[in-house]
């Protein structure tokens, strides 16, 4: 027995070598020090909260400090990425979400100063969440890892050293959410490109109903998305979309409830033409809307 505890402490020890190799430290703020992970290409990923001054980033990795200069940042999803010319430190090993399971041991690391880490277990692999700064995403994972002051931007890595996930206290506000490693490489993929996240819009307000009993045999579903309100410049005022409406789909995908809309729309690119069914005095319709950028006004 005693033998097996030092060995399982010997391999999460190993762990944490291996996925500590591309935790860097990050000043940006007064006072404050964050983490990041190395992600290759003299590109740094840490949460957007970390930086807070776009001009006086510096990064730490070992012995070697250099300056950095944004690429992106996203405050919805609390991600940003950083060029860093001249680092030696290698890219993070990579791991996967989809392999993780509720019960798992994972590990959160940091570097806010000298390298930490807190280990704990995988308590939810939750759907869909909305952060307190607007963001959403589809998915996140839970643990009853500690995160302490400065691991904003470190990875959660597995029992193996793999990053499965990107940690931010601001994600669950003292509940310890993690984006999956492979939302966060979309994310970061869009920033490298755009230095933004194009978030797909319709321009409507609306709120779940009930469908009368004609319309429920129709569509093959109990409920649909009142509209209350449409932007008149929006995808959905040019494509036809009226108050009243009762939007029962969106690209195939059934919208009973907001949640289901704004899964399907995540899942659509911004300027893309679409399918949106609706109910409209008793009778189904299918429009064609165009997706928009929430944020971007129309030109």
């Not at 001249?86 to 690391?109: E, Q, T, W």
């Not at 793999?162 to 999956?180: C, D, F, T």
Request: aromatic letters at 4%; hydrophobic letters at 40%; a neutral charge.
């Amino acid at each position: 027995m005693a033998a097996s505890l030092k060995d399982f402490s010997t391999e999460l020890a190993s762990a944490v070598d291996r996925a500590s190799q591309s935790v860097v430290r990050i000043n940006a703020r007064r006072g404050r020090a964050g983490s990041g992970i190395v992600w290759g290409d003299n590109l740094i990923v840490t949460a957007d909260h970390v930086v807070e001054n776009d001009d006086e980033i510096q990064v730490t990795a070992g012995e070697k400090t250099v300056k950095a200069t944004v690429v992106g940042r996203d405050p919805g999803s609390d991600l940003a990425v950083l060029r860093a010319e001249g680092l030696s430190a290698p890219a993070f090993p990579r791991g996967s979400s989809a392999d993780l399971k509720i019960g798992n041991l994972v590990l959160a690391i940091g570097r806010p100063n000298g390298l930490q880490a807190t280990m704990g277990m995988v308590s939810s692999l939750g759907s869909a969440w909305r952060n307190w700064r607007g963001g959403d995403l589809d998915r996140v994972i839970q643990s009853d890892t500690t995160l302490y002051p400065g691991f904003s931007g470190g990875p959660l890595v597995d029992a193996e050293g793999r990053v499965v996930g990107l940690n931010s206290w601001h994600y669950g506000r003292g509940i310890s959410v993690s984006i999956p490693i492979e939302a966060a490489t979309r994310i970061v993929d869009s920033l490298k490109t755009h230095g933004r996240i194009k978030r797909p819009y319709l321009g409507i307000g609306t709120q779940p109903v009930r469908l009368a009993d004609p319309a429920k045999t129709k569509v093959n579903q109990e409920g649909g998305l009142l509209v209350l309100s449409v932007e008149p410049d929006s995808g959905a005022g040019k494509g036809g979309v009226l108050q009243g409406d009762i939007i029962v789909a969106l690209a195939d995908k059934p919208t009973p409830h907001l949640n289901e809309l704004f899964n399907a729309l995540r899942q659509l690119e911004v300027g893309s033409t679409q399918t949106l069914r609706i109910v409209r005095a008793g009778e189904t319709r299918d429009l064609k809307v165009t997706v928009g950028e929430r944020g971007v006004q129309p030109a």
